[in-house]
């Protein structure tokens, strides 16, 4: 089923025709037709979906058709709840795509960034209101934010925020709310979990239920390849692996709007013929860039997932990660993206010691070990940009967590982080970086845990005992990689064999408590950069 069977408001069917969306995905089709279709149009919905099936585009839809077609909702608001600041700055801008024509303002409200653009945001009356629980009961309790004449209440990955320690912090978001019969509720979950069922028989008034198949993860005609690289490499390995496989065309994704532009720009210094897409870009100029990738005018694209999506080139011989995707669905659906109708593909993914801890749940997900390889001296090549400043034309909204490029101008945005959570639960979803954040916090409040090595007071670092051929790679497990690619890549600067070197090396945990204490880290990311940093150090 197409967009405009639904007989939705000309100027919304405007922004959905120049997003280049028009037939339904699955998750789209059964949201829009339960509630237009229907014959209960408020009814209260429970869907179960994966990340990346269009379920944004679904609920946004339903928010701005029924804002624009029904007067008493017209000045009301729409509040949706994410677990991450990522996927809220994704929905966000996919609002902002969708309500190109639209009279309504949308803000994204996270912690991490100061307060004042956020309060600016609510003082110019904006209506789609996109947060993280934190910030978003932040903002209500100091009475800048006020929720009482929401009319739409969506919850996004409603499992993920449970994974993440925010139940508690739902439940008290849901009682400052209108109730459950003045307002259409919409929770979407990968999964259906106890505390997910119990969410929405406790808050959701006869729900419509809708649930997705999950699409079968299927990447055996792909020919995947891992390289682990340090940051300050990636751009030297990258021309490198161009120049060798010579790729008739290509996509290459970045995690960051500001990070896709420079990039791009930085292949073009290098002499690579390359365009990228972003949302900032102008409607268009973006749409002239997709129409010359279909018609293989552009043989090279960088791109970010959302800006991408929609996009289907029957042809692509590969897809490279320059960063490593923060959802493990989404790196399926990038390498999916080659390979098509039967034909073979490549992907390459590039792992830095900032991206390592992202896969494990991506090799969870894909029921296998991505394969790595060493990149040998000769695969890299000569970076022309290099220590070249590159300006962004199109990024407007700089980042504080995206600085691998182009230097922010202005003063540095306040750390206002949110709080350190406690609550963060112990399940298989866990990483090695929360395992040693609850360290540090447990021996903070007398509660000494020490769950590294195998001796009292130690951190056990564990290296090679002989050649890094791919054999011994393939035989350790992700955590012993992390470790010995961050030593190794300390002591070097660039990948090479190491041989003889001590079978295990101990850091004292006291040590480790001490460098990486919350005090001395200040944030969350603080905390990483002085981990890392010690790991450098030994």
Request: charged fraction near 30%; glycine fraction near 6%; include cysteine.
């Amino acid at each position: 089923m197409e967009f405009k069977n639904f007989n939705l408001h000309q100027d919304l069917q405007r922004g959905i025709d120049e997003a280049g969306y028009i037939t339904c995905m699955p998750v789209q089709e059964q949201v829009l037709s339960n509630t237009f279709g229907g014959s209960r149009p408020a009814s209260d919905l429970y869907v179960q979906s994966q990340t990346g099936t269009g379920k944004t585009a679904a609920f946004l839809i339903v928010i701005f058709q029924r804002m624009l077609t029904e007067d008493p909702l017209f000045k009301r608001k729409a509040l949706i709840m994410a677990p991450t600041r990522e996927l809220a700055v994704q929905i966000e801008e996919e609002a902002k795509m969708l309500g190109k024509y639209l009279p309504f303002k949308t803000g994204a409200f996270y912690g991490g960034v100061g307060y004042a653009q956020q309060e600016k945001l609510l003082r110019d009356n904006a209506q789609i209101l996109v947060g993280t629980p934190g910030r978003v009961l932040d903002l209500n309790k100091s009475g800048k934010m006020n929720l009482m004449d929401i009319s739409f209440l969506v919850l996004d990955e409603a499992d993920r925020m449970f994974d993440m320690g925010f139940y508690p912090d739902l439940r008290k978001l849901i009682k400052v709310v209108p109730a459950v019969d003045r307002r259409q509720t919409m929770l979407f979950s990968a999964t259906l979990n106890a505390w997910v069922k119990n969410l929405a028989w406790e808050y959701t008034k006869s729900p419509i239920e809708i649930e997705i198949k999950p699409e079968i993860v299927t990447v055996e005609e792909i020919t995947q390849i891992l390289y682990h690289v340090p940051s300050e490499e990636k751009m030297p390995l990258l021309l490198g692996i161009i120049e060798r496989e010579k790729p008739e065309s290509m996509i290459v994704f970045c995690n960051t709007k500001k990070h896709t532009e420079i990039i791009a720009k930085r292949l073009r210094l290098n002499g690579i013929p390359c365009e990228f897409i972003i949302g900032d870009l102008p409607q268009v100029k973006r749409l002239k860039v997709i129409n010359n990738v279909k018609a293989g005018k552009i043989k090279t694209l960088v791109a970010t997932d959302v800006a991408a999506r929609g996009l289907d080139i029957e042809s692509l011989s590969m897809v490279i990660n320059y960063d490593v995707p923060t959802e493990a669905e989404n790196y399926v659906h990038r390498i999916g993206r080659t390979a098509r109708a039967g034909k073979t593909g490549k992907a390459v993914t590039l792992a830095s010691e900032q991206d390592v801890y992202e896969l494990p749940a991506i090799e969870r997900y894909i029921g296998k070990k991505v394969p790595s390889e060493m990149a040998g001296q000769e695969l890299y090549a000569e970076d022309k940009s290099a220590h070249q400043y590159i300006q962004t034309d199109y990024y407007e909204g700089r980042q504080k967590d995206d600085r691998r490029g182009a230097k922010p101008k202005g003063k540095p945005p306040r750390r206002d982080a949110e709080p350190p959570r406690n609550n963060i639960r112990k399940d298989s979803r866990r990483d090695v970086r929360q395992d040693v954040r609850q360290d540090v916090r447990n021996d903070a409040r007398g509660k000494r845990k020490e769950t590294w090595g195998t001796a009292p007071g130690k951190v056990q670092i564990v290296a090679a005992d002989k050649d890094l051929s791919d054999k011994y790679l393939s035989q350790l497990s992700m955590e012993e990689r992390m470790a010995l690619y961050k030593k190794k890549y300390a002591r070097t600067g660039k990948p090479a064999a190491v041989s003889e070197t001590k079978k295990h090396e101990e850091i004292p945990l006291a040590e480790v408590k001490q460098e990486v204490s919350p005090r001395n880290a200040g944030t969350a990311g603080g905390f990483f950069s002085k981990l890392i940093g010690l790991f450098r150090k030994k």
